[in-house]
């Protein structure tokens, strides 16, 4: 009976941690998506919405990491200033953004796989730096994948203008993005993470 009990404190737990930490995490994403430039040699800007994702997919796992994204998109859609710029409004899911924002969910998702090797939330302290950069790198180019086709099939640019102005242009800002990813998962300042008994 004691057993079960805590079976089911633990799992209200993580169902509490979970969704509290996707809701904060998709309202992160918007406030990094909203430090944003123009770039010239790119139809889309350079801003610090990836950062977000990566943060998302190592502190939230697959499960509650993709929630956060699927949060974020739909808080977006519905008018919250959450995209980059401080952009809303459901056009933009379907505008030239639209191959980046939709990847967000399945890089977080795969970010989180490929970290813990389950679906549940991980101590990113406790991950090798090659497993680490691994997954950050995974997602990286998955969102890249995805933002190419959004951009050849929105703006009608050939494979190469996607490429080259979609994503061989922010690699330099991508890889700082990932140093810094790293540097705050495992800086040891988020103590206690997963909380104690929440992580698979």
Known sequence: MNDTGQQVDLVDGEIVVGIAGAALMAALTGVLAYLAL??????????????????????????????????????????????????????????????????????????????????????????????????????????????????MVVLELSLVEALIGGAVVFFPGEAAKIAAAVAIAQSGHVVDWPPQGIGQ
């Open 38 to 151: 123009p770039y010239p040699w790119s139809p889309e800007p350079i801003t610090l919405q990836i950062l977000g994702i990566f943060l998302v997919g190592v502190f939230l796992g697959a499960k509650w990491g993709g929630l956060s994204m699927v949060l974020y998109l739909v808080a977006g859609g519905v008018g919250a200033p959450v995209f980059a710029h401080g952009q809303a409004g459901i056009g933009h899911l379907f505008g030239s953004s639209a191959g980046y924002l939709f990847s967000f969910p399945i890089a977080v998702v795969v970010i989180g796989l490929l970290a813990y090797g389950h679906t549940g939330m991980g101590d990113p302290s406790s991950l090798s730096h090659s497993r680490l950069i691994g997954s950050l790198v995974a997602g990286a180019a998955i969102i890249y994948a995805l933002g190419i086709v959004g951009l």
